[in-house]
């Protein structure tokens, strides 16, 4: 099947780290890409291919991937980071997309 | 500046039909890939369906496999999605969002429109 598992929430203070995991069967042999989607708006890419940042996006956004669980980490959180974040994997060996179960993220 | 507008949006009674349009300006909207991505209510983002640049290839979600059609018209640099035998579940904002890369695979969505509503519904 194809699942990625996020967890449903984080909770991070102002200033200080958020890890945002996306699990899936060998996710680390697949390419992942982050979105970030604040109320009422569209998806805005914040990492693309695994650890790669679109123009635009700080620095504070970056991404890892490894063995079964991608990471999405957020540094020196700000209040504007707030919002709700979802993976996404294209599987070639079935020709579909598959988005994670997504994360909210609350600033304290 | 690149933009994507979504329209065809609305009620529709469960068993009917729907015809999604996107159109597309400020990028060569012919060679890349294009996909649809809907979002129930207060739910998470679902991938529907991709289309390639040259419309020879397309791939669909499970649930709407057999009853959406994705397709594109590259004079008219616009993506449409038919849908047929709505259901209840397929009530949802819809995107279109674009494919990062004109490398024939397929890959992160760079750009996303602000989506139109289905609500299929008696």
């Known amino acids: 099947s194809y699942v990625l598992t996020q967890p449903p929430s984080v909770s991070v203070a102002p200033g200080q780290t958020a890890r945002i995991s996306c699990g899936g069967n060998n996710i680390g042999s697949k390419s992942v890409h982050w979105y970030q989607q604040k109320p009422g708006q569209a998806p805005v890419l914040v990492v693309y291919d695994d650890d790669d940042r679109p123009s635009g996006i700080p620095e504070r956004f970056s991404g890892s991937n490894s063995g079964n669980t991608a990471t999405l980490t957020i540094s020196r959180v700000e209040a504007g980071d707030e919002a709700d974040y979802y993976c996404?994997?294209?599987?070639?060996?079935?020709?579909?997309?598959?988005f994670g179960t997504g994360t909210e993220v609350t600033v304290l | 500046e690149v933009q994507l507008l979504e329209s065809g949006g609305g009620l529709v009674q469960p068993g009917g039909s729907l015809r999604l349009s996107c159109a597309a300006s400020?990028?060569?909207?012919?060679?890349?890939?294009m996909n649809w991505v809907r979002q129930s209510p207060g739910k998470g983002l679902e991938w529907v369906s991709v289309?390639?640049?040259?419309?020879?290839?397309?791939y669909y979600a499970d649930s709407v496999k057999g009853r959406f059609t994705i397709s594109r018209d590259n004079s008219k640099n616009t993506l449409y999605l038919q849908m047929r035998s709505l259901r209840a579940e397929d009530t949802a904002l819809y995107y279109c969002?674009?494919?990062?890369?004109?490398?024939?695979?397929?890959?992160?969505?760079?750009?996303w429109g602000q989506g139109t509503v289905v609500i299929v519904s008696s």
């Open positions: 289309i390639s640049g040259s419309s020879g290839s397309t």
């Open positions: 969002a674009k494919d990062s890369w004109s490398s024939g695979s397929y890959n992160a969505f760079d750009i």
């Open positions: 400020g990028f060569s909207f012919s060679i890349y890939a």
């Open positions: 996404l994997v294209w599987y070639p060996s079935s020709d579909r997309y598959v």
